[in-house]
């Protein structure tokens, strides 16, 4: 059974950082893009960063960008969200989820897109 397994998160201040892990198992991340989604409770979830499987293309949310940068190591079938001077803002449930695209194709923040998910990771964020 395919599985995303996210870990990384929890309590921060604002400013600080965390960096959150994605691992698949029983299927090769080669040539998946791979995306990071959050979700508040009562609101919408919505695609934070994703990166193709070539690892070349990225795309951030405008409210992440310059703070948070995706990564991926394919040898070692995981991707990471780096998350720097984390506001209130960011406090949520963040997945990674994950989609067969070939290589190289870029990836978009679309969550209707994406077939495998993980169970999510908490991050809280206190001002």
């Known amino acids: 059974q395919v599985q995303l397994v996210e870990s990384g998160g929890g309590l921060v201040q604002a400013g600080g950082s965390l960096r959150l892990s994605c691992k698949a198992s029983r299927f090769k991340l080669d040539y998946y893009a791979v995306s990071w989604f959050r979700q508040v409770p009562g609101k919408e979830r919505e695609g934070v960063s994703c990166?193709?499987?070539?690892?070349?293309?990225?795309n951030y949310a405008d409210s992440v960008k310059g703070r948070l940068t995706i990564s991926r190591d394919n040898a070692k079938n995981m991707v990471y969200l780096q998350m720097n001077n984390l506001k209130p803002e960011d406090t949520a449930v963040y997945y990674c989820?994950?989609?067969?695209?070939?290589?190289?194709?870029?990836?978009?923040?679309?969550?209707?897109?994406?077939?495998?998910w993980g169970h999510g990771t908490q991050v809280t964020v206190s001002s």
């Open positions: 990166i193709s499987s070539s690892e070349e293309l990225t």
């Open positions: 989820a994950a989609v067969e695209t070939g290589w190289g194709i870029p990836c978009l923040l679309s969550q209707v897109l994406y077939d495998y």
